[in-house]
């Protein structure tokens, strides 16, 4: 089965700490998962689709999609390689082969500790998202550009106009079920 991949191999390698050395065979999956998990839920299915098929039939640099163009080699091809490299790094020290996970080690250098680990991971996540915002903000600034940012429907993903996450949710309440403090209040007395 082909996947259309919105950056290369050389993009992934150039835009992030990923030594050069390191087999693409381990970071493809990791790409593939970042372009469906932070691609296709900022721009949703229609503009993701539309932007594989620019891709497949060759013609993404043709005269009349330059905002495509711009959107996939300036914006998607800055963020989705942070992603990627966020997801990878847990595994790159480890190898699964006939139902063993290994542990890889190194001669010339000493690997990260856990805590070592989540930092790095942390520092490359606000990277990522900073581009993610960066992306979105020239969707919905250029949308006259992108009209299958809204034609999305049925069991298509619509667009997600948020790019950070900090372990709550901060989207507002649809009408109707707005909780106010007087809520929590009036609730504390019947305890």
Known sequence: MSYVLFISEQKLKDSTAI??????????PYVRQSQKLYVETKLGTTLTQKL??????????????????????????DMLPNWAFFH??????????????????SETGTALS???SQHLRE???????YYTERMIDYVR????????????????VNPDPNAYYNGINLERPRQGT?????NFLNASDYS
């Open 141 to 156: 600034n250029n949308i006259n550009s992108f009209p299958e940012y809204n034609q999305n429907s049925g069991a298509d």
């Open 178 to 182: 707005e909780l106010t403090l007087r």
């Open 52 to 77: 594989k098929d620019l891709i497949t039939a060759g013609t993404l640099g043709n005269v009349g999609n330059e905002a495509y163009k711009s959107l996939v080699d300036d914006y998607i091809g």
């Open 88 to 105: 990878a790094v847990p595994f790159l020290r480890f190898k699964i082969e006939n139902g063993n996970i290994y542990s890889k080690t």
């Open 123 to 129: 520092e490359v996540r606000n990277t990522a998202e």
């Open 19 to 28: 030594n050069l050395n390191v087999d693409v065979e381990l970071l493809l």
């Open 114 to 116: 856990t805590e070592e």
